[in-house]
Nanobody, 124 residues
Framework: QVQLVESGGGLVQAGGSLRLSCAAS????????MAWFRQAPGKEREFIAG????????SYADSAKGRFTISRDNAKNTVYLQMNSLKPEDTAVYYC?????????????????WGQGTQVTVSS
């Protein structure tokens, strides 16, 4: 089993930045692909960014491209989401997820492990 714990969320003004962290434990972190999803009230869970286990393959949602960066530090068993130029529409609960095997970044059901989520609120 893999346990994931997100942190770094909070309240920020539009145009500001946050860095989310996801600390993993319980399994060999370096063997897993990692991703960030978010879910706003009344909306389905949305893929934001993904990073392959090797760190060489990335994927971003159009809404995140150019503003968000996913990275990982295998020595610390941690994945990050750097969020810049935040907009009110970025307000959501952000979740990290891990998968040993996936065929699509975008299908949340393919991820076997999830964190509890961290709230990001962007004010205008």
């Amino acid at each position: 089993q893999v346990q994931l714990v997100e942190s770094g969320g909070g309240l920020v003004q539009a145009g500001g930045s946050l860095r989310l962290s996801c600390a993993a434990s319980g399994r060999t972190f370096s063997n897993y692909a990692m991703a960030w999803f978010r879910q706003a009230p009344g909306k389905e869970r949305e893929f934001i960014a993904g990073l392959g286990s090797s760190g060489s393959i990335t994927s971003y949602a159009d809404s995140a491209k150019g503003r968000f960066t996913i990275s990982r530090d295998n020595a610390k068993n941690t994945v990050y989401l750097q969020m810049n130029s935040l907009k009110p529409e970025d307000t959501a609960v952000y979740y990290c997820a891990a998968a040993a095997y996936i065929t699509s970044w975008y299908r949340d059901r393919q991820y076997g492990y999830w964190g509890q989520g961290t709230q990001v609120t962007v004010s205008s």
